[in-house]
């Protein structure tokens, strides 16, 4: 018998109807898994939450400006959030890092100063990073999370606070008629991948900009407004 098998046994013969916990269960299958063991335990769990600004708001992506990033950043160090809130709940650590804020914090915050630059660029002009910022930034994550499990953490969960960031992170170049052929390939290997339950794999910019439009398809298939335009 599996672990897997074994964890969905152990679920079960517990005093309820099979799955009545729902995504409880789910969870702590999930868990078990992870922790190859029956009997996973979650020890002093800690949230991350990483902050930075992006560049492309210069172009008014955000209803909000730059320097609410700066300004929720000192929200979370005086326990005013949402996050703040979940982690007291549930006896989570919460610890902040600056990877590339602009702003200069006060001396003496609560948060670990890791700032690779006073934000990224506007990537719609330049390259939002060079490859020695995007070093830096995995380094300050590396460093966070060694130092976690170093104090005897084994559950980390991620945040990030930056205004913009989703905007900047679904973005879109239309290809030239050139690159359809191109983009329709990846898009196609893209959903097979979903399709059969597989890790997508996708390269360079016609696999990027493939991934957000399969993306976009596979949205439109589970609202039932799909139709075949290609």
Same mark, same amino acid.
């Given at each position: ?5 074994? %964890? ?39 949230? %991350? ?52 804020v602009d702003f200069d914090f006060p001396a003496g915050s609560p948060i ?98 493939? %991934? ?19």
């Amino acid at each position: 018998m599996t672990l897997k098998e074994q %964890l969905k046994r152990k679920t079960d013969n517990k005093t309820k109807p099979h799955g009545s916990l729902g995504l409880l269960e789910e969870i702590a299958l999930q868990i078990g898994l992870i922790q190859n063991t029956l009997n996973p335990e979650i020890i002093k769990p800690a949230m %991350l939450v990483f902050a930075a600004d992006h560049g492309l708001t210069d172009e008014g992506i955000s209803p909000y400006p730059k320097d609410v990033t700066w300004q929720m950043v000192m929200n979370f160090c005086n326990g005013g959030a949402a996050i703040n809130v979940f982690c007291k709940q549930n006896s989570i650590s919460l610890k902040v890092i600056d990877v590339g804020v602009d702003f200069d914090f006060p001396a003496g915050s609560p948060i670990q100063h890791s700032k690779v630059a006073r934000g990224s660029h506007n990537m719609r002009k330049e390259p939002a990073m060079s490859v020695e910022e995007c070093r830096k930034a995995m380094n300050a994550g590396e460093k966070a999370v060694s130092e976690k499990a170093e104090q005897g953490c084994n559950t980390i969960g991620f945040g990030e606070m930056g205004i913009g960031d989703k905007k900047k992170a679904i973005v879109y170049e239309q290809p030239e008629q050139k690159e359809i052929n191109a983009l329709k390939y990846e898009q196609q290997l893209f959903i097979n991948a979903i399709v059969n339950d597989e890790t997508p794999i996708v390269s360079g910019k016609d696999g990027l900009r493939a %991934l957000i439009v399969a993306d976009m398809i596979i949205k439109k298939i589970h609202e039932s407004k799909f139709e075949d335009n290609f």
